[in-house]
């Protein structure tokens, strides 16, 4: 089982829908989760972080945690061409409370469509 | 604010040879991370550094290697380079370590191709 998982799309919604992105994540003492977005030829960029169970609201952006499921996802209101990209789930996970590794899913390739 | 700056961008290297890649974080970072992005295996953890200390490490063979300043700029190398090793080797940086991490901010990376 990968540490973390994610659809690899590719992921197609019209322009004006919302996009809902899923990852699920092995570690159960994870406690910081992220998503990034990639556009080809870039790097990432960080857009959304959660913590704590629920929901997450950024502008057209929302983050939803589920620690008991192992559940974390993105949702894109009102997708625009521009949010066609590769979209990153990525977990932090426990290392004795001193150390970071954020191990990322594979992506799931968003195309917003006219 | 300046970003997280890496150099060189483009690098092209013979096999056999070793390469040092160099990462200056984001002025007050202190947390430094090191991945390897792949078409095949995507992000790739290979090391973090905090306060010129390596915290952690992923499953890369030892020709792997880094470290960081007291400035807390960072750099990594790679000896005796493999073909399997051309990749885009993005650095990135963080606030703080730990289980609550604020999210790390990435650079552009630099692209190795080793031929």
């Known amino acids: 089982q990968k540490e973390v998982e994610q659809n690899s799309g590719p992921l197609s919604v019209p322009e004006g829908a919302i996009a809902s992105l899923n990852c699920t994540y092995s570690?159960?003492?994870?406690?910081?989760f992220f998503w990034y977005r990639q556009y080809s030829g870039k790097s990432p960029e960080l857009i959304m972080s959660i913590y704590s169970n629920g929901d997450k609201e950024d502008g057209r952006f929302t983050a939803q945690l589920n620690k008991a499921s192992q559940y974390v996802s993105l949702l894109i209101r009102d997708s625009q061409p521009s949010d066609s990209a590769t979209y990153l789930c990525?977990?932090?996970?426990?290392?004795?409370?001193?150390?970071?590794?954020?191990?990322f899913g594979t992506g799931t390739r968003l195309q917003v469509m006219l | 604010k300046a970003g997280v700056t890496q150099t060189p961008r483009y690098l092209i290297k013979t096999r056999g040879q070793q390469v040092t890649l160099s990462c200056s974080p984001i002025s007050g970072h202190r947390s430094v991370s090191w991945y390897q992005q792949t078409p095949g295996q995507g992000l790739q953890f290979l090391f973090e550094y905090f306060s010129e200390t390596q915290r952690n490490k992923g499953n890369f063979p030892g020709r792997f290697s880094g470290r960081q300043f007291s400035n807390s700029r960072s750099e990594m190398n790679v000896s005796t380079l493999e073909l399997g090793d051309s990749a885009l080797y993005l650095c990135?940086?963080?606030?703080?370590?730990?289980?609550?991490?604020?999210?790390?901010?990435f650079g552009s990376g630099t692209r190795l191709t080793v031929v």
């Open positions: 570690d159960r003492g994870s406690q910081s």
């Open positions: 990135a940086s963080s606030l703080t370590t730990g289980s609550l991490n604020y999210g790390y901010t």
């Open positions: 990525a977990v932090n996970g426990v290392h004795g409370g001193t150390a970071s590794k954020l191990t």
